[in-house]
């Protein structure tokens, strides 16, 4: 049966000669026959040529090209696909680790797996499909994952695609055991993992080598993790030495889980506090208390519409922080929105530099940890920028 057709229009196709995986609706002319949301389709160009083959979306990304050797997408392309993915990381020893257990098994355009995520957390293996297409094939994907890391004692499959395929699904369980909660291990720091509750897979793996750097900048400091979520960046500088470390965020959930991980591993007698509040309006109130801070806010620029918005946000997070911070601070500030570039970025970090009227030096740029390669046509896949300034 033949596939539905996107023909793109002449002077269109650079991009795809570039081999960049999204395809844009406006470079399309035409389409042939009637694709549905997730749906294979053929991508040619005005001469009615093959270049691509790719899942079809309803979104102003027409579609997320998977090929563009050969138009035989089947189970041997994403078996030979998986396994390049899971042979990259046992290269770079992730599998073997033995104070670490938790990192990113398929990371979508920079494993040429456009639309699927894969975390592996200690044996449980996360799968999060961010296009309907991709979703469809997770009875596939599950075959495959349990046959190819079997190897690695993968004791379970869940799918934490509620909020990222469009139209919902259903967190669940698709094969093994299926714990309420797990325990996992970075760096020796143990933590404890609900897959239901939990943001993005359960865990923000992405910033494992930010949080080794805290650990090795806390020793005798007063630390303030904003947005701290479940507590990674607090057990780092807690096992770094840190004199007091305070997290904070807006999440009653996330502070008694982080509450949870920090007695696990440091007893209850740790120099650590978690707050419930608004990191903005709390930042008003920490005058000078603090000599290393975190800033490692949700994505606030979601997509280009929202980016104006988004860098206002930043601005102000940032200005505030550099206000408040002890002379000689340390600023560790983070975005995660893929639509904010590098400079862009740093120009906010300027601004809210200018703004507070302190001298800022950037000491280091952080990027994202590198079980999360980022593919050489898809610069966009670079979505974690950090710096680490110190604020005189």
Not at 269 to 282: F, I, M, R, T
Not at 293 to 301: K, N, Q, R, S
């Amino acid at each position: 049966m033949t596939r539905p057709q996107l023909i793109i229009a002449a002077g269109k196709e650079k991009a795809l000669m570039r081999r960049h995986p999204w395809i844009f609706s406006g470079a399309v002319k035409r389409t042939v026959g009637t694709p549905q949301e997730g749906d294979l389709v053929d991508v040619c160009n005005s001469h009615g040529e093959w270049m691509a083959t790719g899942h079809y979306q309803n979104d102003s990304i027409v579609c997320k090209v998977l090929s563009f050797d050969t138009p035989n997408i089947d189970t041997d392309f994403f078996r030979d696909r998986f396994q390049s993915a899971i042979d990259y990381r046992d290269r770079l020893g992730f599998f073997d680790c033995p104070d670490t257990n938790v990192f990113r098994l398929v990371h979508a355009e920079g494993d040429f797996l456009p639309g699927l995520v894969c975390d592996w957390y200690n044996g449980v293996l996360v799968m999060q499909a961010h296009s309907v297409g991709m979703h469809r094939l997770f009875p596939m994907l599950t075959q495959l994952a349990t046959e190819q890391l079997k190897v690695h004692g993968i004791k379970s499959v869940f799918d934490k695609s509620s909020a990222t395929v469009p139209g919902g699904s259903e967190d669940c369980y698709l094969w093994g055991i299926e714990p309420q909660e797990w325990e996992i291990t970075e760096q020796g720091r143990r933590m404890l993992i609900n897959f239901f509750e939990g943001q993005k897979t359960g865990f923000f793996i992405d910033q494992r080598e930010n949080r080794n750097l805290v650990a090795s900048l806390a020793k005798g400091h007063r630390v303030l993790n904003c947005f701290g979520y479940t507590g990674g960046f607090s057990l780092a500088a807690l096992g770094g030495g840190a004199e007091y470390v305070e997290t904070v965020d807006i999440s009653k959930k996330a502070i008694e889980l982080c509450n949870r991980n920090v007695e696990l591993n440091f007893g209850s007698q740790s120099p650590h506090s978690g707050v419930v509040a608004d990191v903005l309006k709390y930042l008003d109130s920490i005058e000078n208390r603090f000599d290393l801070i975190i800033l490692d806010p949700p994505a606030f620029a979601k997509n280009h519409r929202s980016l104006q918005h988004g860098l206002k946000g930043y601005r102000s997070i940032n200005q505030r922080a550099m206000e408040k911070i002890a002379p000689g601070g340390l600023l560790l500030t983070f975005s995660c929105s893929q639509a904010v570039s590098v400079e862009e970025f740093k120009t906010v970090c300027f601004t809210a530099a200018a703004n507070a009227h302190r001298q800022v030096r950037i000491v280091r740029q952080l990027p994202h940890a590198m079980d999360h390669p980022v593919s050489i046509y898809h610069p966009e896949g670079e979505y974690l920028k950090g710096l680490l300034l110190q604020i005189e």
